[in-house]
């Protein structure tokens, strides 16, 4: 395909640089968000649908009502309405909403809006953050779930210490408690995700000619990758960055009472 048609090569950077090296690595992308890897010889498509499928394992079930909030290319947004769940998604991308557009049609609910500003004069059974909650302030995040929900669902790496680059997971948790919200799950998935990470750094060097051409990138832009990639890495294995599965209600005796099936 000439790099001039390329239908992610006007993508925000760095995602349009995800997207270059899974199409020509998979064959295809489907989803632009971590995987959960559980040996070496795991591909990043399989750990990509696990964590998907981790997701799914935590929703209430269909039809449940539920707003995807950051639909990356409908993926999920697409199993979620075949496996029979009321879901729409939302994101403020309209460059996403177009290739979402195209790749499914009329065969997922998208809206044009940020999370902040949302007010669909209705409610959802869950909201859910699969690698969207990093991208806004955590008090208007629960400021604007406890109009919509009494259920968060978030997939997502925070900061477990104080340094810079993305939430930090105790105010994020504070700004949940002061909207009403209790945690009552938490996973650790950290050792699990940085692989990702380390698949697309093995590859910046091995693609550079390619994304400088196909994406009018400056070679300065793949450095900034290729920095950011080790600092994460680095920042994972010292214990600063950190990646969980969490799950807040504002009606915890209800959700116990429910996930213990009694």
Same mark, same amino acid.
């Given at each position: 395909?000439?790099? /001039?048609?390329?239908?992610?090569? @006007?993508?925000?950077?760095?995602? =349009?640089?995800?997207?270059?090296? %899974?199409? !020509?690595?998979?064959?295809?992308?489907?989803?632009? !968000?971590?995987?959960?890897?559980? =040996?070496?010889?795991?591909?990043?498509?399989?750990?990509?649908?696990?964590?998907?499928?981790?997701?799914?394992?935590?929703?209430?079930?269909?039809?449940?009502?539920?707003?995807?909030?950051?639909?990356?290319?409908?993926?999920?947004?697409?199993?979620?309405?075949?496996? #029979?769940?009321?879901?729409? #998604?939302?994101?403020?991308?309209?460059?996403?909403?177009?290739? $979402? =557009?195209?790749?499914?049609?009329?065969?997922?609910?998208?809206?044009?809006?940020? +999370?902040?500003?949302?007010?669909?004069?209705?409610?959802?059974?869950?909201?859910?953050?699969?690698?969207?909650?990093?991208?806004?302030?955590?008090?208007?995040?629960?400021?604007?779930?406890?109009?919509?929900?009494? !259920?968060?669902?978030?997939?997502?790496? +925070?900061?477990?210490?104080? $340094?810079?680059?993305?939430?930090?997971?105790?105010?994020?948790? @504070?700004? /949940?408690?002061?909207? #009403?919200?209790?945690?009552?799950?938490?996973?650790? %998935?950290?050792?699990? $995700?940085?692989?990702?990470?380390?698949? +697309? %750094?093995?590859? +910046?060097?091995?693609?550079?000619?390619?994304?400088?051409?196909?994406?009018?990138?400056?070679?300065?832009?793949?450095?900034?990758?290729?920095?950011?990639?080790?600092?994460?890495?680095?920042?994972?294995?010292?214990?600063?960055?950190?990646?969980?599965?969490?799950?807040?209600?504002?009606?915890? /005796? $209800?959700?116990?009472?429910?996930?213990?099936?009694?």
């Amino acid at each position: 395909m000439p790099p /001039a048609s390329l239908p992610y090569r @006007d993508f925000y950077y760095p995602l =349009n640089v995800f997207m270059h090296i %899974l199409t !020509h690595e998979e064959g295809g992308v489907s989803y632009l !968000h971590y995987g959960l890897f559980e =040996n070496e010889d795991d591909s990043i498509g399989q750990a990509q649908e696990r964590s998907t499928d981790l997701l799914f394992s935590r929703l209430p079930p269909a039809p449940a009502s539920l707003l995807e909030v950051g639909i990356g290319l409908g993926t999920t947004l697409r199993r979620l309405t075949e496996a #029979g769940y009321e879901v729409e #998604g939302i994101t403020p991308d309209e460059k996403q909403i177009a290739m $979402v =557009n195209e790749r499914y049609g009329d065969a997922v609910r998208i809206r044009c809006a940020p +999370f902040e500003t949302f007010s669909p004069d209705r409610t959802y059974d869950a909201v859910l953050f699969q690698e969207s909650s990093q991208y806004i302030d955590s008090e208007a995040l629960f400021a604007r779930a406890a109009t919509l929900t009494s !259920h968060v669902i978030v997939l997502d790496e +925070f900061a477990l210490q104080p $340094v810079e680059g993305l939430h930090r997971l105790d105010g994020f948790l @504070d700004a /949940a408690s002061r909207h #009403g919200f209790e945690l009552v799950e938490e996973l650790d %998935l950290s050792s699990r $995700v940085t692989p990702s990470v380390q698949y +697309f %750094l093995d590859r +910046f060097a091995r693609y550079r000619a390619r994304l400088e051409s196909d994406l009018s990138l400056a070679p300065a832009e793949i450095d900034d990758l290729v920095t950011s990639g080790e600092t994460y890495l680095r920042r994972y294995r010292e214990g600063e960055y950190g990646y969980r599965l969490l799950q807040l209600t504002t009606t915890p /005796a $209800v959700w116990r009472t429910r996930s213990s099936g009694t």
